[in-house]
């Protein structure tokens, strides 16, 4: 498992949020330098700014700040959900059918905006990031639904937990 997120359990954001976050090691096969760096940015974003209430947690009392495990199990996301003494309240697991095709558009444009960084002219990345940006907040939007009822959570919460969803499936 990947430690990478400081404990901000101080922070003013409030106690329904994400202090620390780590992926499954064993499910990640393959990752190349744009795809560390997008991984910790997306890490450090989360852990600096996020709304996360497991709403069964909540409900029986639990306050946060939480830690959360990524990892995919027998093709669902499982999410792993403990509070700051690492005691595991809940895992959620959620199909993620209906991620493919998102994650598959995702990857082809970000490798695309990847070549393109390296030798296009401002315009083309920007065509292609706008392009980017655009699947990115699809994909946010239907994890926010798929969480309905499980996490409350917000729009940028989602869209970096989507990124690091991506980084889970990379094949090589």
């Known amino acids: 498992m ?3 997120t400081p404990d901000s359990a101080s922070s003013p954001s409030g106690t329904h949020r994400i202090a620390h976050i780590a992926l499954d090691e064993e499910t990640i096969l393959w990752r190349n330098a744009d ?4 991984r910790r940015v997306a890490i450090y974003d989360l852990i600096e700014e996020n709304t996360f209430k497991p709403v069964r947690s909540a409900a029986r009392g639990a306050k946060g700040p939480y830690r959360l495990k990524l990892a995919v199990q ?13 005691n595991i309240l809940e895992t959620l697991l959620i199909g993620l059918a209906r991620f ?12 695309s905006y990847y070549q393109a960084i390296r030798k296009a002219t401002p315009a083309e990345i920007e065509t292609i990031d706008m392009a980017r940006r655009g699947i990115h907040n699809g994909a946010a939007e239907l994890l926010v ?14 869209r970096r937990l989507f ?3 991506c980084v889970l499936h990379i094949k090589g």
């Open 2 to 4: 990947s430690e990478d």
């Open 35 to 38: 795809v560390e760096q997008e």
């Open 74 to 86: 027998d093709g669902r996301l499982a999410m792993e959900i403990a509070d700051k003494d690492e």
């Open 100 to 111: 493919r095709r998102p994650i598959r558009e995702y990857f082809a444009i970000c490798d």
């Open 145 to 158: 639904e798929r969480l309905e009822g499980k996490v409350e959570t917000d729009f940028a919460t989602a």
């Open 163 to 165: 990124t690091l969803i």
